[in-house]
């Protein structure tokens, strides 16, 4: 029943205009067919209810005839001036009841309601739940829509949702103006479907995501759950629940950090994944010596672990952006005071400083001062909110690390490509040694500005290669490492990951790995050679004369 | 005491009666049955109906679909009389009987309708 409140409101609503249409209607009926007349001969005669009703019926809705069967006499014409006012106001009443119910509100969101249904109804692909919509989700959104998953948002705004409807995404987006952590709200989102893959929860409130993951994972066992977490104890405790993949920025921007000042191979490899090119520039390189992290909140105690693992010496200070604000009356860093605390820091023999406080215009005056103080000092800012990039680009600040852009990065990874995201988290476990080994091997195969995709071993994605698995022909990675132009000749192209299952996967597998059905591959490759590949999977003609050099 | 059950108690026994009141007597002549008894009856089932709606439970559900069954074989009922008297140029015995029957069936529901009511009252203890 819960599907059609709108019938139920429409119902409810129209009672009394009802009751009042039918009231009147019928005193005025039965007033007529009572009070004598007279007919065209002079004879008196009584009104049939059959003349009365089709007499009130056009007087009521004020479409006026004129008087039938006769004449009328006084004493009808009478009853009939009290009947007009009677039924026309009765009329109206109702009518306007009906005009009030086409603009009630809460009409209005019980269509919406059902609407939204509908289209959760009708999804068939695989879909993602995002929750809250801002600039991250948005930007997450686009991504995915790009990789054909579809997305159902909710927010809490309807403003929010306005503003959704107004971009107009294509594949459409279905979104609902709801309270998110309302297990009705996620049902309705369509949480409990079997094409639900995942819901992705990013909001400032570490415990409203917490609970938010726990309905999720009551509702839906299987479904993925992306959740921004900024505390351990939080992660920790999302852990217990079993979500499999949180999200701290900080983490993130740590983890960046370290493997930047220790393996820039690995750190060049990860950044490749998320759409940076295979090399390293000058200005990129992280500078070993002093650094000066201001402000100590949750991402300068995250940057302290990550300087302190990667062993470099640094100084903090502790700088809150609100405190600050409120005691200057300024979010402008740099008066004398300011300057004289960047000194005793030591900011003229550090060679990097770290801005990252809660406040982007702090930020950016921070590093301001510290470049006039030390003109040859490595600036690295916190940018939080993506709506205006151009300042930070002009700043010439040496590295940005923008909060919400990193996190609808990680979060299309692990929904999109989900071996690009394991290949990630594998990097975090090779050394240094093994990630300049591949990124030669990788410049010297595919050049300085590869991509990578990721292909599925079945009929849908590789029709002729899994048709021929399944005959029992045993292919090699390597025997498919050919031209299609000419098979003497290796195409470009790099294996990085091969995945069996959640247990079984392999990291850079060999020429001689035979391919099995329904293995994912992540391969690193240039335009060209991706086409081949396609080309050469799919297709019995060249699939033939890469193998066996027929056709 | 309830005012919302009294009234629709009340209109819901008053749909009943009328509507018994009018097939009462000898459904071959037209002569016993009143038109005026009719259109009471037409008119007093109709609020009964409105009165049903919005009411999602089960038997909210039932109640209603009594009451549209009774509007329905009322206004045919009407709508024989009057076409037999404006179209077909006056009551034979055909047509009245046809009157009657229909309001008769009318009356069924309604008993039907006031049985689950009251049964509905019975069934809550308070």
Not at chain 1, 16 to 34: D, Y
Not at chain 1, 37 to 47: F, N, T, V
Not at chain 1, 333 to 356: C, M, N, R, S, T
Request: charged share 25%; with cysteine; proline share 3%.
């Amino acid at each position: 029943m819960e599907s059609n409140n709108t019938i139920w409101i429409i119902i409810r609503r129209m009672r009394i205009p009802f009751l009042v249409i039918i009231v009147t209607f019928s005193v005025s009926i039965l007033g007529l067919t009572l009070i004598p007349g007279m007919d065209d001969q002079g004879h008196p005669y009584r009104m049939s209810f059959f003349d009365a009703f089709y007499f009130v019926s056009y007087m009521a809705s004020t479409i006026g005839f004129g008087e039938a069967p006769y004449t009328f006499t006084y004493p009808q014409r009478l009853w009939v001036s009290f009947c007009i006012y009677l039924t026309v106001i009765g009329w109206f009443y109702g009518i306007g009841s009906i005009v009030a119910l086409v603009q009630d509100k809460r009409l209005a969101r019980e269509i919406d309601i059902a609407r939204f249904r509908k289209k959760i109804h009708e999804l068939s692909e695989p879909f993602t739940i995002i929750l809250g919509y801002n600039n991250i989700t948005h930007q997450i959104i686009d991504w995915l829509n790009r990789e054909g998953i579809r997305v159902v948002v909710v927010d809490r705004d309807a403003e929010k949702i306005d503003a959704l409807d107004l971009e107009s995404f294509i594949p459409e987006v279905p979104a609902l103006a709801a309270d998110v952590t309302h297990p009705n709200t996620l049902k309705m989102a369509g949480i409990h479907k079997k094409n639900c893959q995942a819901v992705v929860a990013l909001f400032e409130d570490d415990m409203k995501n917490t609970k938010i993951a726990l309905l999720c994972k009551l509702l839906n066992k299987r479904v993925k759950l992306v959740i921004k977490s900024t505390t351990k104890t939080q992660s920790e405790h999302l852990k217990n629940l079993g979500v499999r993949y949180i999200e701290d920025p900080f983490l993130f921007i740590s983890n960046r950090i370290y493997l930047a000042l220790v393996a820039p191979n690995l750190w060049l490899l990860e950044m490749w994944i998320f759409g940076h090119i295979l090399k390293v520039r000058h200005r990129e390189e992280l500078p070993h010596g002093k650094y000066i992290i201001c402000g100590y909140g949750r991402m300068g105690h995250a940057l302290e672990r990550a300087l302190k693992k990667a062993g470099m010496p640094y100084n903090y200070i502790d700088l809150k952006s609100a405190e600050y604000k409120e005691e200057k009356g300024s979010a402008v860093f740099g008066d004398a005071e300011d300057y004289k605390i960047l000194l005793e820091a030591g900011v003229k023999e550090a060679v990097a400083i770290i801005a990252a406080t809660k406040d982007d215009l702090i930020n950016l005056t921070i590093l301001a001062t510290a470049k006039k103080l030390n003109k040859e000092i490595y600036t690295i800012g916190r940018e939080n909110t993506l709506d205006d990039l151009s300042i930070f680009r002009s700043a010439r600040i040496d590295r940005v690390y923008i909060l919400e852009r990193i996190l609808a990065e990680f979060t299309y990874l692990f929904i999109a490509r989900p071996l690009a995201y394991r290949f990630v988290r594998l990097l975090h476990t090779r050394d240094e040694a093994w990630g300049r080994a591949l990124v030669e091997s990788m410049h010297e195969t595919l050049g300085e500005n590869p991509l990578h995709f990721e292909i599925t071993v079945d009929e849908e994605h590789a029709y002729a290669l899994a048709r021929e698995l399944k005959k029992g022909r045993e292919i090699t990675l390597g025997s498919l490492r050919r031209s299609r132009a000419d098979r003497s000749k290796t195409l470009p192209l790099m294996f990085l990951l091969c995945k069996w299952d959640e247990q079984r996967r392999e990291l850079l597998p060999g020429d001689d790995l035979l391919i099995e059905p329904g293995v994912q591959l992540l391969i690193a490759a240039t335009e060209e050679s991706k086409t081949d590949f396609e080309y050469i999977v799919n297709n019995y003609y060249e699939l033939d004369y890469v193998l066996d050099g027929k056709g | 005491m309830n005012t919302q059950k009294v009234i629709s108690g009340f209109f819901f026994i008053l749909a009943m009666t009328i509507n018994f009141g009018f097939v009462y007597g000898d459904p071959a002549n037209i002569q016993y049955h009143s038109a005026y008894e009719l259109f009471a009856a037409i008119v007093i089932n109709l609020i009964a109906t409105i009165l049903k709606l919005g009411d999602k439970t089960q038997l909210g559900s039932v109640l209603l679909a009594t009451s549209l069954v009774a509007d329905i074989q009322l206004i045919a009922s009407a709508s024989v009389w009057a076409l037999a008297v404006y179209v077909l140029g006056g009551m034979n015995l055909e047509s009245t009987v046809a009157v009657i029957s229909l309001a008769g069936g009318a009356l069924l529901a309604n008993i039907v309708s006031v049985t689950l009511f009251i049964g509905d009252t019975l069934k809550s203890k308070r």
